[in-house]
Nanobody, 129 residues
Framework: QVNLVESGGGSVQAGGSLRLSCAAS????????LGWFRQAPGREREGVAS????????MYADSVKGRFFISRDNDNNALFLQMDDLKPEDTAMYYC??????????????????????WGQGTQVTVSS
């Protein structure tokens, strides 16, 4: 079991940057797959980025490739999401999540939301045009 708490959200203008943090407690070092998700009002939760620690691989949704960067700090039990060149369509509640699987699972190239069993409470990101 791992507990996750996000921070770093806020309001920015288009083109700006934010860095989201996810502080973890519990068996963080044993978690192989971590992800960032987002949910805008009236829309389904979608995967944004994931990191598979064992091989150091990352995966990004097409909508954020080249703008968002996920990283993990095991020494400090933390997960980060650097978001650059933000766009109004990035406005959403952002969540970090941990999977109990030994590897990251994807459905048709997208993060498998139902494979993530531990979730933070979310941090709001608002991007104005």
């Amino acid at each position: 079991q791992v507990n996750l708490v996000e921070s770093g959200g806020g309001s920015v203008q288009a083109g700006g940057s934010l860095r989201l943090s996810c502080a973890a407690s519990g068996y963080f070092a044993s978690i192989e797959c971590l992800g960032w998700f987002r949910q805008a009002p009236g829309r389904e939760r979608e995967g944004v980025a994931s990191v598979y620690t064992r091989v150091g691989s990352t995966m990004y949704a097409d909508s954020v490739k080249g703008r968002f960067f996920i990283s993990r700090d095991n020494d400090n039990n933390a997960l980060f999401l650097q978001m650059d060149d933000l766009k109004p369509e990035d406005t959403a509640m952002y969540y970090c999540a941990a999977s109990a699987d030994a590897t990251c699972v994807y459905y048709n190239g997208a993060l498998a939301t139902d494979r993530y069993s531990n979730w933070g409470q979310g941090t709001q990101v608002t991007v104005s045009s």
